[in-house]
């Protein structure tokens, strides 16, 4: 974790730099919803794990869509520094067994035509997942990067689309029932975010 830290100062460190002289900067507060593809695997997991501890899971609920907020400051030159947070996702089951994740990351981009009214740009930091839940053991970091193209820069309201990757993890328990005995020691290592699509309104 200290590492992941180190490596994201660092970053943001050599953007700086790059960006030398470049006075002017402005800040931009990205809002939208993402669509993540690997939430399915954590659906699946406490699914199979409910089922090994002989509950029913028909009426168990999860939310593949989760709000995101992704602020950042754009240089002149087309470098950009930010952070995010999101997409929120959570399980409800009526087991009472819940699961939450809040994805945080620090990233740099850069915007190939900083002061044109449409822009694509491409992104690349670090992530990790503030988790918690009945079947969750630990979150490790990843790396996270992703390519989208912004419209209406000049105005005031804008909007966006990403398609971005995210390689962090989390570590679950795995249950199994053998020969109508619960095994709990298993580990499942899923990455949630994995593909994610966004659609945002730009402030």
Same mark, same amino acid.
């Given at each position: 974790?200290? *590492? ?15 960006? @030398?002289?470049?006075? %002017?900067? $402005? ?37 593949? #869509? ?11 030159? &087309? ?5 995010? #947070?999101?997409?929120?996702?959570? =399980?409800?089951?009526?087991? &009472? ?10 990233? %740099? ?6 002061? %044109?009214? +449409? ?6 930091? @670090? ?14 970091? &990843? ?5 989208? +193209? ?5 105005? *005031?309201? &804008?909007?966006?689309?990403? %398609? ?5 993890? /989390? ?9 109508? /005995?619960?095994?709990?020691?298993? $580990? $499942?290592? /899923? ?7 966004? =659609?945002?309104?730009?402030?």
């Amino acid at each position: 974790m200290k *590492r992941w830290v180190a490596v994201c100062l660092q970053l943001v460190v050599v953007l700086l730099f790059a960006s @030398g002289s470049s006075n %002017a900067a $402005e800040w931009r507060f990205p809002l939208g919803l993402t669509y993540v593809s690997g939430f399915k695997d954590v659906v699946d997991n406490y699914k199979n794990n409910l089922q090994a501890r002989g509950y029913d899971v028909s009426t168990s609920w999860a939310v593949p #869509v989760g709000l995101t907020f992704q602020p950042y400051v754009q240089f002149e030159n &087309g470098l950009g520094i930010g952070a995010g #947070v999101g997409p929120f996702m959570f =399980i409800t089951t009526t087991p &009472g067994y819940d699961f939450y994740a809040v994805p945080v990351n620090v990233n %740099a981009r850069f915007t190939f035509l900083p002061k %044109a009214n +449409i822009s694509p740009y491409i992104r690349a930091g @670090g992530s990790y997942h503030i988790a918690g839940g009945d079947f969750v053991k630990q979150s490790k970091p &990843g790396f996270l990067g992703g390519i989208g +193209i912004e419209f209406f820069r000049t105005k *005031r309201v &804008g909007l966006g689309l990403e %398609a971005s990757y995210d390689s962090s993890e /989390i570590t679950f328990e795995k249950d199994k029932k053998v020969a109508g /005995i619960l095994n709990t020691k298993g $580990e $499942e290592n /899923i990455k949630p975010s994995s593909f994610m699509f966004t =659609i945002f309104i730009i402030f």
